[in-house]
């Protein structure tokens, strides 16, 4: 049984590798465009491919169903809601974007205010991820790979700590050599084919998973299911889970606009689409691939709960041990090899992102102006191996925290929301000057710092939920900024400058889409929810 668990491990990885080397071999890694944005060359199902696995890793597969695993349905709204951002991102975000033929969130928000903003949100960005994104992604995929393989055992080591340890560190370097060797365009066609690997295992563990609930019998196990704890399936979170259902109107939705509409990692791959259509039918099919995210991403951890009721399983825990029990040795081999591919994808993605952060923000304008594209790659090669240490050596310390998931979010909040304002109100309030925007984006952070960690500040967040108070500080920076922008703002309203990069014309059914992805949100939560 090792050994066909080992071969479909190998055999999936080395198929994915060599199709992507096949396929991108040729194609120009050497320029910025090229290393950056794929030679803005990417069509839409490339780009619903690497958006939704970008997303879809172990934080994801972990650290969802861990949530699941404790508080039940509730917490698909970081599912479900995404959709509302990936809408707002078709409709609002991308066309103001792609017209202005930029790389990077901060290079957009340059020509909206000034160079200052544009290294101020890159420091914010590289720091961020450094520290918070790219060792959760390495520590969570670790757990999870623990989990499905035992490596551990297989490997001989009988310290958790020790294993956690040489899989951050093997899992790091790979995706070091991976993301930073073939760019976005490697990044994004390996996402496409490991996406299609990780949905047919994660449905696969859907249906183990309610099969071994019923002694074999799937039927049985959906009615065994239906026996779960009350309130298990409501998807309105009460007021002491991890979701309660009015943050879905502030601080849910607010992280959601921010991850899919102004977070680098992912939308990088929209802002190297080969039209404007192209994005937005990427966009709108990555919200349609969400709507069956709960079936993988929570549902199993819903499983779990009721598998390994009485054993005081650690939530985080919760998915490897369900995949571990009740997935067939070869297709196990199989699907840790999809999630491995999961793993390196979002670690690639934001290790690529960051590269370009660096490079076109930092490197090229204040350290080497005159560098040519070979030069500014090149730095941003030295640079992504410098973050890769970086998160390799910090992400085994994150094993001391609670639900992974819950912190990510968390912390997320401290730069998500002053970006996330500042951009929205580049593009609402035409007359908001830079030094508004700077204040945001600085006070922002500093104010979210200082009441998550900072007493006596802290005990602001004892009167209200840690995802009303985004909400709150979302608002008070917004209305900061056009109340600016009214009494000292720009004498002239700025208007936009079309660089021509790509075609702009819309895609034809952006509207009907849209809505009726929207109106299946709104279905869901009706049809799952029970305020009583």
């Not at 839409?44 to 696995?53: D, E, N, Q, R, T």
């Not at 008070?476 to 309203?493: D, F, I, K, N, S």
Request: hydrophobic content about 55%.
């Amino acid at each position: 049984m090792l050994i066909w668990t080992l071969a479909s491990f190998f055999g999936f990885t080395a198929a994915v590798g060599f199709l992507t080397w096949y396929y991108t071999r040729k194609s120009d890694h050497d320029s910025k465009d090229g290393f950056f944005l794929a030679g803005r060359s990417l069509s839409f199902p490339l780009i619903a491919g690497s958006l939704l696995l970008t997303n879809l890793s172990t934080e994801q597969m972990v650290g969802l169903n861990g949530g699941a695993f404790t508080d039940g349905l509730c917490v698909m709204a970081w599912e479900v809601v995404a959709v509302v951002g990936l809408v707002l991102m078709a409709l609002f975000f991308l066309p103001r974007f792609l017209k202005s033929g930029v790389t990077t969130v901060p290079q957009y928000l340059a020509i909206r205010f000034d160079r200052r903003t544009e290294l101020i949100t890159n420091i914010i960005f590289l720091v961020a991820y450094a520290v918070i994104l790219l060792p959760i992604i390495l520590y969570t995929g670790a757990t999870g790979m623990m989990g499905v393989l035992d490596l551990g055992a297989l490997l001989g080591i009988e310290s958790e700590t020790t294993a956690l340890w040489l899989i951050v560190f093997g899992v790091g370097l790979i995706g070091a050599l991976y993301a930073l060797w073939g760019g976005l365009k490697s990044v994004a066609f390996s996402d496409m084919l490991n996406g299609i690997g990780l949905l047919t295992g994660g449905f696969l563990i859907t249906y183990f998973g309610l099969s071994a609930l019923g002694d074999g019998s799937l039927a049985e196990g959906i009615s065994r299911l239906r026996q779960a704890p009350e309130g298990t399936f409501n998807s309105v979170g009460g007021p002491d889970s991890s979701v309660p259902f009015s943050t879905l109107f502030t601080g849910v939705l607010l992280l959601n606009v921010f991850y899919w509409c102004t977070n680098q990692q992912i939308i990088q791959r929209t802002l190297g689409a080969k039209s404007l259509a192209e994005g937005q039918k990427g966009v709108l099919l990555t919200g349609a691939l969400k709507l069956f995210g709960p079936f993988y991403l929570v549902l199993p951890g819903i499983i779990a709960a009721v598998m390994f009721a009485g054993e005081n399983l650690k939530s985080d825990l919760a998915y490897g041990a369900l995949v571990n029990r009740v997935l067939p040795g070869p297709l196990a081999g199989f699907f840790a090899a999809a999630l491995l591919g999961a793993i390196l994808s979002s670690f690639n993605s934001a290790l690529n992102s960051t590269c370009t952060l660096f490079s076109l923000g930092i490197y090229k304008p204040l350290i080497h102006p005159e560098a040519d594209d070979a030069r500014v790659v090149r730095s941003g090669r030295w640079f992504g191996w410098i973050i890769t240490l970086i998160a390799m050596i910090t992400a085994p310390l994150l094993a001391e925290t609670g639900g992974i998931f819950s912190y990510l979010q968390k912390m997320n909040g401290i730069y998500f929301i002053p970006i996330l304002a500042v951009v929205a109100a580049g593009m609402l309030f035409h007359r908001v000057p830079a030094a508004a925007a700077k204040t945001a984006l600085v006070g922002g952070v500093v104010i979210i710092a200082l009441c998550y960690f900072v007493p006596p500040f802290n005990g602001l967040l004892s009167l209200m939920r840690e995802y009303h108070f985004l909400g709150l500080v979302f608002v008070a920076l917004m209305a900061m900024m056009y109340v600016w922008g009214q009494v000292r703002g720009l004498e002239t309203p700025f208007v936009q400058p079309d660089a021509r990069v790509i075609e702009m014309t819309p895609y034809r059914y952006l509207w009907p889409v849209s809505l009726a992805l929207l109106v299946v949100v709104v279905a869901i939560y009706i049809f799952f929810a029970d305020f009583s």
